[in-house]
């Protein structure tokens, strides 16, 4: 297992610990700065979120639904962190 830090005045996007898992490595997190907006909410495939007016600053979240029949795998909030969206969820 590894843990990552960021350097100062730069935020963590991602897991703050990584480990091998058969032979790869899980996601690496990235680190960016804060303050920067995001825009458009990313399209979800099978779903949608419930947007407000973009810019997003940093640090709001925004909820996200799977269309009717489909199944949210994965957190069902993404989040803007430093300019970029965190993970979006899969819908299936």
Known sequence: MVEYDCNP???????????????????LPTCVEPG?????????????????????????SVVLNCRNTYTVIGKNTITCIGGMWTELPKCV
């Open 36 to 60: 920067k907006t995001c825009e458009f909410i990313p399209e979800l495939e099978n779903g949608f979120g419930q947007p407000s007016v973009p810019p997003y600053r940093h640090g709001v």
């Open 9 to 27: 005045n730069f935020l963590m996007k991602g897991p703050k610990k990584i480990q091998c898992m058969d032979g790869e490595w899980t996601t």
